[in-house]
């Protein structure tokens, strides 16, 4: 008997932990959209600030040169 409460004990536990998981997976599908899209955008801001960094290493270097 004490072994069929422990199955039954797990079984419950399983179920209601599944239970859980299927609920908070929206949130989690949310979030993850939300992380890409900040992602995204820091690149983005990345790539901007290095370009801007590129653009004045040759603008100094063209300058610097003729001098």
């Known amino acids: 008997m004490k072994a069929f409460l422990i199955g039954l004990i797990f079984l419950m536990a399983v179920v209601i932990l599944s239970g859980i998981g299927v ?30 960094k590129f653009i004045i290493f040759i603008w100094e270097k063209i300058f610097n040169k003729s001098k």
């Open 23 to 52: 609920l908070i997976f929206p949130l989690i599908l949310a979030m993850a959209i939300f992380l890409k899209i900040i992602v995204s955008i820091c690149l983005v801001l990345f790539a901007i600030w290095l370009l801007g």
